[in-house]
């Protein structure tokens, strides 16, 4: 029976621009966005650098699944935004906003709360894009090429590929509990149900390492691989031009205080009322779907 | 609404009806089962039979509403399981999963037998004598304190089947039950087979153990990409060698040996060593007398 | 007759942190070429004895070893596994659990990776060993997408792409359809038959076994109890009921035969033997 991958984080297949770059120029682009957006606190340039991932998405052909992937931005941003509106994490005093019955709102943490989402954001979607675009395969290659052990670069690879057979596990397992007349009520019902997919893990992991093990895995020699990743004069250039770019505007932002807008941007209290009122109500509505699809018979 | 259906459950209903019943899995458009009749009477004992991938699981899971037909209905002694959560189906019906490990999460053997019982809803003292039964019949004397995840393979295999017969349901399923089991476990199965006829439970049994079903089932459904495409009892099925064939499927040796054997001389198709030895035995005979 | 290619000289192994024998006193010989089945139930050691062969049993499962154990010239406790790797293949009961990797020619590759094969030697070694198995032009196809008969040959294209002499296969087939069983004994029959691979088998199927095997071994609580010709072992009917162990059908039919008085001579263990002998029986 074959397995459908649900979850947004393996290759998308296609033969755009963006999938035949090599792996090498695409993980230095996403360690470049990461080093950058938290180097700088410009939110032109985070969300710019969001914007520029969002074109290389709709460029590769891959943005529904991509738009997939980032909806995990949805529960971490609002309950983000939420928490910087309730309590800034900038020094007193702060300026009230609005009062919502027993809570304040207030409007100085906001800038930063949207410059520390504009970071996950842009660096979520820079990694997606790689990861939806690099077959796994070569990345495990230029992994291997820089020297990352071989044992930790093969366990990050498997782990990705193990999940869509564990989610598949996991619901065999629940069926099984289920036609057992199992009370779907509390947490404590359903979490027993987990011992069965960690036994059930061990096992796999255990039987696996002797199969590879069988396979010379252990060898300490010379090891050669099946793939080659071919390096092309456009990858260079890439990678090149990502370095010169990223690394300019990071020393700029560190440099220059007037990169950080905080001063130049403010925020009504109205927006701000708008926007806590938005953040929390989905926040919740994320909560209470999650808990009764959890426990839904 | 309910518990209408609830009530509709009635002594004279079959224990399964399917009526065309078709199913779709929902992520692709992979047609599992296609236009599937079926009826199966209170106390019967059936196996079913086909490659990987012809259905049968797709199948069974519609008999506790594990899965729900796309089209079609699926009533299980008289009530309908669309209306039903797979927990409420767990009244009429108990799946024996081929696998224990994904069955079994208590932290000792007595635990996992009480579950589904406490589940259900069954008194304390009821529960005390179904595991006192249970216990007894498939020898868990010895392993009852330890962790399921602690005894070997093809005990924990038992108690995965007795975590299920002590719910006593009405119908039991059994996915693969001889799988990784040595000879002497697969005894026990057998025994459970002709203990659960006795009692008048209903037994389905998706196997490709052929010996097992020729020792246990009166009737055996064949299914092939997505139908059933025979339905009749094992001797039969066994004697269909077009069929066999057609399905990849092997019959039980003696089997064999009886097709190409007596057989052809008008004999019975056996099913079993003896049955086979008393046929040529019988055939002997008379001749032997003849010639004295 | 041929060399022998696995010896154990008076085995006997516990694993770490137990004190029962997985093994005891086990002295063994197999000739290269041959096509042995480890019959037993389970518990009996026959795990414990296919590890030994490649070592994983003390180098990785640790526990203590007495005795020793040869294959083909090397004492295993002396040589890591991955170098005994190259001659001794191994696949186990559940295939899914043996992929690892994102195609069919990835997984046969990574044995070869390992052993530093150069990659352009690499591409003609996939695809041999995926034909070999009959699973030509499935390169690029997912191990996890394929039936589980599939993906036990895929496991077995993975050892055999390493060029074993030995193939061990314990309970390759206990999780798989008829057909899947089928392409598996087939394949290996044709590796033990046209390559002269010598093959293991651990299985509970008398009947199968019977057929291919040259050599039954019989194990009960860790001791090699029997070891023959399928038609000596299995005609010691009674002995192997009193280890809970069957025989094929066959056999039991001509046992039942001779307790009706209607039986004489050797039992049959195969569906041909004693198809023949009953014909000729009602003929006569």
């Known amino acids: 029976m074959s397995i459908s991958n649900p979850l947004p984080l393996a290759l998308v297949p296609g033969d755009s621009f963006i999938h035949n770059v090599s792996p090498g120029p695409k993980m230095i682009l996403v360690v470049g966005y990461v080093i950058l957006a938290f180097s700088t606190q410009n939110i032109i340039i985070l969300y710019s650098m969001a914007a520029i991932a969002f074109i290389f998405a709709i460029w590769a052909g891959i943005l529904k699944t991509f738009l997939k992937g980032l909806l995990i931005l949805l529960p971490i941003g609002s309950s983000l935004l939420a928490l910087q509106i309730l309590a800034p994490a900038v020094e007193k005093p702060w300026t009230a906003a609005a009062e919502l019955g027993p809570v ?38 230029t992994f291997t090429k820089l020297r990352v052990p071989y044992t930790l670069n093969f366990m990050q690879a498997m782990t990705l590929q193990l999940i869509p057979v564990f989610q598949r596990e996991v619901g065999i397992i629940l069926s099984a509990q289920k036609s057992r007349g199992m009370k779907g009520s509390g947490f404590s019902a359903v979490l027993p149900s987990f011992i069965p997919v960690f036994v059930g893990a061990i096992e796999r992991v255990q039987q696996l390492s002797i199969s590879l093990e069988s396979r010379g895995f252990g060898s300490t020699g010379h090891k050669t691989s099946y793939r080659k990743v071919k390096g092309k004069w456009s990858d260079t250039a890439i990678a090149v031009c990502s370095i010169v770019i990223m690394a300019t505007l990071a020393v700029m932002s560190i440099t220059r205080g007037s990169w950080n807008l905080s001063d130049q941007i403010t925020f009504s209290a109205n927006f701000v009322l708008g926007l806590f009122l938005l953040v929390a109500g989905t926040f919740l509505t994320i909560v209470t779907v999650t808990i009764a699809f959890m426990f839904r018979k | 609404m309910a518990d209408e259906h609830f009530n509709a459950a009635d002594a004279d209903a079959p224990a399964i009806l399917v009526e065309q019943a078709h199913y779709t899995y929902a992520n692709g458009n992979v047609v599992a089962l296609s236009g599937v009749d079926l009826r199966v009477e209170k106390g019967e004992i059936i196996g079913i039979i086909g490659q990987n991938g012809s259905g049968k699981t797709t199948l069974t899971k519609l008999f506790n509403g594990l899965l729900k037909p796309s089209s079609g209905t699926v009533v299980i002694n008289g009530v309908n399981t669309a209306t039903q959560s797979v927990q409420q189906m767990a009244q009429h019906i108990g799946y024996v999963f081929q696998n224990p490990n994904h069955q079994l999460f208590a932290r000792t053997v007595d635990d996992e037998l009480r579950f589904g019982p406490r589940n259900i809803g069954m008194s304390e003292d009821e529960i005390d004598q179904r595991v006192a039964e ?39 399923i059994f996915d693969e039950p001889s799988t990784g089991q040595d000879h002497d476990t697969t005894k026990v199965i057998n025994n459970l087979m002709s203990g659960l006829r006795e009692q008048g439970t209903t037994v389905v049994c998706v196997s490709h153990d052929m010996p097992l079903l020729a020792d246990v089932v009166e009737r ?27 399905t990849n499927l092997m019959a039980p040796q003696v089997t064999e040996i009886a097709l190409q054997t007596t057989v052809p001389i008008g004999g019975t198709i056996a099913l079993t060593p003896a049955e086979l030895a008393d046929d040529i035995a019988n055939r002997l005979k008379p001749r032997a007398k003849t010639g004295s | 007759m041929s060399k022998p290619i696995i010896q154990f000289d008076d085995v006997s192994f516990s694993y770490a942190g137990t004190d ?18 480890i019959l037993g139930l389970n518990g009996a050691g026959k795990t414990t004895l296919g590890l030994c062969v490649n070592g994983i049993v003390p180098t990785m499962l640790g526990g203590n070893l007495t005795g020793k154990v040869t294959v083909g010239g090397l004492d295993v406790s002396e040589y890591p596994v991955r170098e005994l790797a190259k001659l001794v293949g191994i696949v186990f009961d559940n295939p899914e659990f043996q992929m690892s990797q994102m195609s069919a020619a990835e997984e046969v590759a990574l044995g070869l990776e390992h052993a530093g094969v150069p990659h352009e030697a690499m591409h003609e070694i996939v695809s041999d060993s995926l034909a070999m198995v009959g699973l030509a032009g499935f390169e690029t196809r997912s191990p996890l997408g394929l039936s589980g008969g599939q993906q036990q040959r895929l496991a077995i294209a993975a050892v055999l792409a390493m060029k074993p002499r030995i193939l061990i296969m314990d309970e390759p087939t206990s999780n798989l359809d008829p057909i899947g069983k089928q392409e598996v004994f087939d394949m290996a029959a044709k590796l033990n038959g046209e390559q002269g691979m010598t093959v293991i088998v651990i299985e509970h199927e008398v009947e199968v076994m019977a057929r291919y095997a040259d050599r ?10 029997m070891n023959g010709t399928p038609q000596e072992i299995f005609s010691r009917v009674d002995e192997l009921a009193a280890l809970k162990l069957r025989v094929p059908e066959a056999v039991a039919l001509a046992k039942q035969l001779e307790a009706r008085g209607a039986w004489k001579g050797d039992f049959p263990v195969r569906t041909e033997t004693a198809v023949d002998r009953v014909n000729a029986m009602l003929k006569a």
């Not at chain 2, 055996?220 to 057609?246: E, G, H, N, Y």
């Not at chain 3, 029962?20 to 042995?36: D, K, N, P, T």
């Open chain 1, 104 to 141: 304040t709102l207030y409007i100085d943490g906001l800038y930063y709360g949207f410059v520390l989402l504009g970071r996950i954001f842009a660096s979520l979607a820079i990694a997606l894009v790689m990861l939806m675009t690099t077959h796994p395969s070569d990345m495990f290659t």
């Open chain 2, 134 to 172: 249970a216990v007894e019949f498939f020898g868990l004397h010895s392993v009852i304190d330890e962790h399921p995840y602690r005894v070997s393979f093809p005990i924990r295999k038992l108690v995965g089947i007795a975590s299920i017969v002590t719910m006593r349901p009405s119908i039991i």
């Open chain 2, 220 to 246: 055996v459904i064949v299914m092939k990409d997505t139908k059933i495409i025979a339905d009749a009892s094992p001797r039969d099925v066994f004697a269909d060698a077009a069929l066999m064939q057609r």
């Open chain 3, 20 to 37: 029962s024998f997985a093994l005891q006193s086990v002295s063994l010989e197999i000739r290269e070429g041959e096509y042995v089945a």
């Open chain 3, 216 to 225: 039954v071994i019989v194990m009960d609580g860790g001791r090699v109890v």
